[in-house]
């Protein structure tokens, strides 16, 4: 991760001479290989615990904006959480993952699995935001063109309800002078 970004929930690296001691006092018995799946066990808790933290229902669904890593090369896609619950964000199928909140308040997860990393971004669409438009949104991420103003457009970030939560504060976002496309 890098500086000014704050995690939320990660498997990714997990180190265990950072549980050693806390495992070792609470279970002196277990051999290292215990305490090592322990620690891995206690992890997965943990995201449950952040799912509770972070069940804020949202008034638009959220767009999850991939740049997958696949065994044929980087690809670009989107989905949609329709629940609009960024609780629901914290589900992947990938082998080892790693959701922050980045220096500008965007939602992200880095997901490993055995091709490759996958980088999401989680955006919320914004209020009054038409079909069209987020058709042509989509459009865009489908064919790899769409720009961060594209994004912005018709969309908003996550960081500030998560920060919430968490004490986080995110600079305010840089309004565009330009009308919003309709």
Same mark, same amino acid.
């Given at each position: 991760?890098?500086?000014?970004?704050?995690?939320?929930?990660?498997?990714?690296?997990?180190? =265990? /001479?950072?549980?050693?001691? *806390? !495992?070792? %006092? &609470?279970?002196?018995? #277990?051999?290292?290989?215990?305490?090592?799946?322990?620690? =891995? /066990?206690?992890?997965?808790? *943990? !995201?449950? %615990? &952040?799912?509770?933290? #972070?069940?804020?229902?949202?008034?638009?669904?959220?767009?999850?904006?991939?740049?997958?890593?696949?065994?044929?090369?980087?690809?670009?896609?989107?989905?949609?959480?329709?629940?609009?619950?960024?609780?629901?964000?914290?589900?992947?199928?990938?082998?080892?993952?790693?959701?922050?909140?980045?220096?500008?308040?965007?939602?992200?997860?880095?997901?490993?699995?055995?091709?490759?990393?996958?980088?999401?971004?989680?955006?919320?669409?914004?209020?009054?935001?038409?079909?069209?438009?987020?058709?042509?949104?989509?459009?865009?991420?489908?064919?790899?063109?769409?720009?961060?103003?594209?994004?912005?457009?018709?969309?908003?970030?996550?960081?500030?309800?998560?920060?919430?939560?968490?004490?986080?504060?995110?600079?305010?976002?840089?309004?565009?002078?330009?009308?919003?496309?309709?």
């Amino acid at each position: 991760m890098n500086p000014g970004e704050h995690l939320i929930w990660s498997d990714h690296d997990l180190d =265990y /001479e950072d549980w050693r001691a *806390d !495992l070792e %006092d &609470e279970y002196p018995d #277990l051999s290292e290989d215990e305490r090592y799946t322990m620690m =891995y /066990e206690r992890n997965a808790d *943990d !995201l449950d %615990d &952040e799912r509770v933290n #972070l069940n804020i229902q949202l008034g638009q669904p959220i767009l999850v904006i991939a740049n997958l890593g696949l065994w044929y090369g980087r690809r670009s896609g989107y989905k949609e959480i329709l629940s609009g619950n960024i609780r629901d964000c914290l589900y992947s199928d990938c082998d080892y993952n790693t959701w922050f909140v980045d220096r500008q308040g965007d939602l992200r997860c880095d997901a490993y699995h055995h091709d490759g990393t996958n980088h999401y971004l989680y955006r919320a669409w914004k209020e009054g935001t038409t079909e069209e438009q987020m058709d042509r949104l989509k459009n865009k991420l489908y064919e790899g063109t769409a720009t961060r103003a594209d994004i912005t457009r018709v969309t908003r970030r996550l960081g500030d309800e998560i920060g919430k939560v968490y004490g986080w504060t995110f600079p305010t976002p840089v309004r565009s002078t330009k009308t919003q496309e309709r």
